[in-house]
């Protein structure tokens, strides 16, 4: 196999977000519920004759060498080095980018995620989906997750994880247009690191409904985001009229569960023009499993 195309790099919903404390470091410990959601990027991974690695798709404001997704190639490359002492051949990568950055919705770790697990395979590496999270972690938080590759609860700093059913629903999804860096969120004086931990029997019952985790738990980082950036907060306003409203990670993107796909349409019609909104169905495990 000289080539995967269609490489699927699908975004995440934090249904809820707690921030429990901080580490020595300024990491912070969070419990999460990572939901994987039917929306999301596509990359396209074809090898070279050479050794290069190459992004072969324009990604406005992100340079080839600070691409999550270059540097993931890299990193896996090294790494087979390391092990075998050949040099895997080159790889051009070409992406269709779906996902906005920023938004909270993980699309630069899905991407780099994707890509781990892609090379893995054309290269026939060998690496356990263990040694893969690890060689990820440092590249972004959300990595481990997306390798991981089933909606998780997660704790700590993300590393620890335990599968969860999905509940079983669609999300509507509005993007208030806004960057949000994830540090400076997590850097404001403002932001309540001591939300008491939780065990999974607190909202497995929620998990059962069609409702998302409506009524558990909330996202800590809305509370500094809303403030640093009022466009989303009038999102979450506006979409507090039809359930639920939250945002996921450190923004921007705020999401609601309905029901049902007709449910989705009905309140997709009424977003205002001047935001960006689409629908998406709950998924139990990452589309790429079924590819590799
Ligand atoms: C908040 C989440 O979106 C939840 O899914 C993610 O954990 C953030 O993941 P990410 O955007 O990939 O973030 P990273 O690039 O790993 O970290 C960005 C910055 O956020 C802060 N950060 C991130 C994760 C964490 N558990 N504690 C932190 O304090 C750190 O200052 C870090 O330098
Ligand atoms: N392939 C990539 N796709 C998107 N962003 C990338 C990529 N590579 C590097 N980046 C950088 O990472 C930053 C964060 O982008 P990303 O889309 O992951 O944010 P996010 O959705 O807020 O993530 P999270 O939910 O993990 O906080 C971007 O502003 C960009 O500079």
């Given at each position: 196999m000289t080539s995967l195309k269609n490489c699927p790099a699908p975004a995440k919903l934090n249904l809820f977000l707690h921030v429990n404390g901080r580490r020595a470091d300024g990491y912070h410990l969070l419990q999460t519920v990572f939901q994987l959601i039917d929306h999301g990027d596509t990359l396209h991974f074809e090898l070279r004759d050479d050794d290069a690695i190459r992004r072969v798709t324009d990604l406005p404001g992100v340079p080839e060498e600070s691409d999550l997704i270059i540097r993931a190639a890299r990193l896996l490359q090294a790494e087979v080095l390391r092990r075998t002492g050949a040099l895997p051949r080159g790889v051009d990568i070409a992406i269709d980018k779906v996902l906005p950055m920023g938004?909270?919705?993980g699309g630069g770790s899905s991407d780099a995620a994707t890509t781990l697990m892609a090379l893995n395979s054309l290269w026939q590496a060998g690496l356990s989906k263990e040694e893969l999270m690890a060689l990820g972690l440092p590249l972004g938080a959300d990595i481990p997750f997306f390798i991981f590759g089933e909606t998780a609860f997660a704790e700590g700093v993300g590393e620890a994880m335990r599968p969860v059913q999905a509940p079983d629903c669609w999300y509507v999804v509005i993007e208030p247009g806004v960057a949000v860096p994830t540090a400076a969120i997590f850097c404001?004086?403002?932001?309540?690191?001591?939300t008491p931990v939780v065990i999974i029997t607190d909202f497995s019952s929620h998990l059962?409904?069609?409702?998302?985790?409506?009524g558990f738990g909330k996202n800590d980082l809305q509370q500094v985001a809303t403030k640093l950036f009022p466009p989303v907060a009038e999102a979450i306003e506006w979409l507090s009229a039809y359930g639920d409203a939250r945002m996921t990670g450190s923004g921007a993107c705020v999401f609601s569960a309905v029901a049902t796909e007709a449910e989705a349409d009905a309140v997709l019609a009424k977003v205002p023009a001047k935001w960006k909104a689409w629908k998406a169905k709950a998924l139990?495990?990452?589309?790429?499993i079924a590819k590799l």
């Open positions: 938004g909270g919705l404001s004086e403002h932001l309540t690191r001591d059962e409904n069609r409702n998302g985790l409506k139990n495990r990452h589309p790429i």
